[in-house]
Each structure stands twice: as C-alpha cells, then as structure tokens.
C-alpha cells in the first residue's frame, strides 16, 4: 500500500510539474501575430521573412517577365505570319528551305535567355545549400502522421499534432487555422540562423514553410538539412509537401519566431517539461 501511494504522488507531482511547465512556456510566447498561412480570396505568396524566400521571390518575378515578353513575341510573331502569308495574301508561297540568320538567332538567343536566368538562380541556389553556423539546431522526423521535433544542443524533444477544430481556442488559434494548427509549435528565436535536419521514420515526408522559403524532404535512412533566418516575430505554418498515406493532409506544422528574451523563457520551461539539459551558467570568477 505504501509502494502505491508513493508511486501515485510522483505520478501526481511529476503531472503538475509538467502541467507547470506548458504552462510556462505557453505564457512565453502569447500574443503573436499570424503571418505565415493562406489567406482566402487572395493570390500571391505569403509575406517574405527571411532572405531566402525573398530571393525566390525576386526570381519568380524575373522569370515570370522573361516568360511574358518570350510569349508575347510568339503571339506577335503569329499574328503576323497569320496576316502576312496566309493564302489569300500571298498567292505565290516562297520554296526556299533554309534562312542561315533565323537559324542562328533561335539558337544563340535561348543560349543567352538561359545563361542570364543562370547568372542569377545559381548563387541563389548556391544560398539555400551552404548552411551557415547555427544558433540553434533542430532534428525533424515525419511520422505517419504527426511530427517529432528534437532540440539537439538541450536535449529534449516533443511530438506535434494536428488540433481538432474544438481545440483551437483553447490553444490560441482560429477556426481558420483549422488544418494549419498543431498542439504544440516549434519555437525559435527572431534574427537568429537555424538549422532544420530532416528525417523520416517510415515513408518519405516533406518538411516546408512558405513564408521562409524553405522545403526538404524527410527520408527515411537519410538525414537532410535546411536552414533559415526569420527577421519577423510571428506564427508560422506550413504542411506535409509529400504524399505519405491517407493521412497526409493531417500533419501541418507550426513555427513561432518569437524575441530573444521570450524564447529564453520558453526554453527553461521546455527543458523544465521534457527533461532536457539545462544551458551551461558561466560563473564569473574573483
């Protein structure tokens, strides 16, 4: 009997102490803005947070120009040849077969379209692939279908779910962030690089979040980095970008960009909840 009820008041003791810890944590981080999800009746992307996803952007737009001026020159060019050698026009069709010029300008032109689209998606390219040193390092594994999160400098990890749609309040979030919500959120710190390694535990997953301009796929066997430096306090979602099995559509993530001083205060009671490390004190010596 005594065995028991010790065992039922640590059972009790360590509940409050984790019930303290979300509790903590979740006072840390109130009261953030939404940024990163979609938005209904709008077109276009998300709002840009970090330089990578600028950069995308700015290439998308140089590419979309190139596309429309490429096409509207066909279109001119048709047109034209629509009108100015149709049968009725032009009773006497021409026999020849070659034209050196025409020949050499569809082939140089393309050649010079590319290398400038080249000079400018590469070194972006280039970017996304050197991972700076990180502030924080996070390991990512895709599970069907939930994510686990993994704070490999303190040691501890957590799982994220879904939230059904009666949990949302309850959790701070709206009904239309339904499908974008999970019951709990990464958290990292404003300004900061981090570095996101990607793994998958059974099938091949797909790690994103489009406000960052980030997206890697999780294999199973493999370990697969991204990295990203938010400059905008927020929340964040992103989805599973890889087909995984019937529940694919039910494993969102959620990122919160929060102050340095807040993620300080969340990382204590994280640890204080999920056992982690502790971060080193220097104790300054006389």
Not at 92 to 119: D, M, N, Q, R
Not at 193 to 211: C, E, L, M, R
Request: hydrophobic fraction near 45%.
């Amino acid at each position: 009997m005594r065995l028991s009820h010790f065992f039922a008041t640590l059972s009790a003791a360590s509940a409050f102490l984790a019930a303290t810890g979300v509790a903590l944590a979740q006072d840390a981080i109130e009261g953030l803005e939404t940024v990163g999800k979609p938005v209904a009746k709008t077109y276009g992307y998300q709002p840009q947070v970090t330089e990578l996803a600028r950069d995308i952007v700015f290439l998308d737009d140089l590419l979309l120009w190139i596309i429309g001026v490429i096409t509207g020159f066909v279109i001119l060019l048709l047109l034209w040849v629509a009108a100015r050698y149709n049968s009725r026009v032009n009773k006497t069709p021409a026999t020849f077969t070659h034209h050196s010029l025409i020949e050499v300008l569809w082939t140089v032109v393309p050649i010079v379209i590319l290398i400038f689209i080249g000079a400018f998606s590469v070194p972006i390219l280039f970017k996304q692939l050197r991972v700076p040193e990180a502030y924080l390092t996070i390991k990512v594994t895709g599970n069907q279908w939930y994510w686990s999160y993994e704070y490999t400098d303190d040691n501890f990890s957590f799982d994220s779910f879904m939230l059904e749609r009666d949990e949302l309040e309850s959790h701070g979030y709206a009904q239309d962030e339904y499908l974008l919500a999970t019951d709990t959120a990464v958290v990292v710190p404003v300004n900061q690089n981090v570095t996101i390694q990607v793994t998958g535990s059974d099938v091949i997953h797909s790690w994103t979040i489009p406000a960052f301009g980030v997206k890697q796929d999780g294999v199973p066997g493999r370990l697969a980095e991204l990295w990203f430096n938010a400059d905008r306090e927020g929340i964040y979602f992103g989805q599973c970008s890889e087909l995984c099995g019937k529940d694919h559509s039910y494993m969102p993530i959620t990122v919160k960009v929060v102050s340095q001083d807040v993620y300080d205060a969340w990382l204590k009671g994280a640890i204080e909840e999920y056992a982690g490390t502790p971060p080193a004190v220097t104790v300054a010596s006389n």
